[in-house]
């Protein structure tokens, strides 16, 4: 029968990494505790691992490539996996009362540590690194998020006095471009305490409104809706209600774009690291839970997959934590450092290897007349 190690070392070669190698994403092992923790605990033991410093690689971002391109995650499934997704199964993680638990361990934990790793304009999602129209391509984050601001603008056919509402619109950064560049009247919501409390003093005199609210408690008309990196957080159960609640609240003629991260294959429930750490109750749709959603409410006239930036915007904003944590270390601890490394550097790989994907979905109620311009 194989030792722990053994096993860990046959594993490893089906992705071609060795244990204390030499090469920028081979692992350096500190306790040899860590095959029978990670193989016995799965993924949530070993990403555990990595914050109590029993391992590490050189590049991070290059070893999850390389153990996520193998699908090694999949052979590494505890019981505790089959626990959030019977949990999943069982019961609701994403009602209204559990709504702002993820604003509260995630978003809330310090508008300082967001402000150094994120664009000038606060902007927690994918940004757009490719020219289109008369946008040429982004040569740094700052441009890269101002893209993808404008490129949302024009989907939508945003003009001066429409009335957008964005759901789930972390510190502003859409509504905010929207009301400077296009004159628009905003509403925001999120559950962030932290996010619009920021939102609301850093307004200024722009035609913005933020609030504190649950999406399924909308309900008023407007030009148009978006939403930008939130989906991720309303759970399977709940696709068709937020549908609903967008079909709703959305005038006629007016248009609805999805930002969302997408999944290659339909899941209930999230990894166990992720949801413990970073994103609790969390769940990537994939584009066949996506279109169920939609179904007898929505015509789809335009879906765009963006993912491969996302690596690029993940490792940008690794660089500015990594450059400004002597500015911030004082509000957190080397524990929290080293988790958060591992999940900006892990998720950079999931796009990197196709993994993941980034989509923009326009979505209309009747279908648009004569059909829908695509700008890329």
């Not at 601001?149 to 056919?157: D, N, S, T």
Request: with cysteine.
């Amino acid at each position: 029968m194989l030792s722990f190690k053994e096993r860990a070392i046959s594993l490893l070669k089906k992705a071609d990494v060795k244990i204390n190698g030499d090469r920028p994403w081979d692992i350096q092992v500190y306790n040899d505790k860590l095959y029978e923790r990670t193989l016995l605990g799965g993924t949530i033991a070993f990403g555990e691992a990595y914050m109590d410093g029993w391992w590490s690689a050189e590049k991070l971002d290059q070893f999850f490539a390389k153990i996520l391109g193998a699908y090694l995650d999949e052979e590494l499934k505890s019981p505790i996996l089959l626990f959030y997704y019977l949990k999943s199964a069982l019961f609701n993680p994403q009602t209204e009362k559990k709504a702002f638990k993820v604003g509260e361990v995630h978003y809330d934990i310090g508008n300082d540590l967001y402000s150094k790793m994120l664009d000038k304009r606060m902007v927690y999602t994918c940004g757009y690194w490719d020219g289109f129209q008369d946008i040429p391509p982004a040569s740094n984050l700052d441009e890269a998020q101002e893209n993808k601001l404008e490129i949302i603008c024009r989907k939508i056919g945003l003009k001066k006095g429409d009335n957008v509402l964005d759901i789930g619109c972390g510190w502003g950064s859409f509504i905010r471009y929207a009301a400077e560049k296009y004159q628009a009247n905003c509403v925001g919501i999120s559950v962030s305490k932290k996010q619009v409390d920021y939102g609301n003093k850093s307004k200024g005199d722009l035609s913005i409104e933020y609030r504190l609210q649950d999406y399924r408690d909308i309900d008023e008309k407007f030009d148009h809706i978006v939403s930008v990196g939130m989906f991720e957080h309303v759970g399977y159960k709940n696709y068709k209600t937020y549908m609903e609640v967008v079909n709703k609240n959305l005038k006629d003629d007016g248009l609805f774009l999805l930002h969302t991260i997408g999944c290659n294959i339909s899941t209930t429930a999230t990894d166990p690291w992720i949801n413990k750490y970073i994103f609790p109750n969390s769940m990537l749709p994939s584009a066949a839970q996506i279109s169920k959603s939609v179904e007898n409410l929505f015509v789809i006239e335009d879906w765009h997959n963006f993912g491969i930036n996302y690596d690029h915007t993940l490792m940008s904003w690794y660089n500015n934590f990594k450059k400004y944590w002597p500015d911030i270390k004082g509000h957190y601890n080397e524990r929290f450092y080293k988790m958060w490394e591992f999940y900006l550097l892990s998720s950079a790989a999931t796009f990197r290897i196709r993994r993941n994907q980034v989509w923009q979905i326009v979505l209309s109620k009747h279908g648009i007349k004569d059909g829908y311009k695509r700008i890329v």
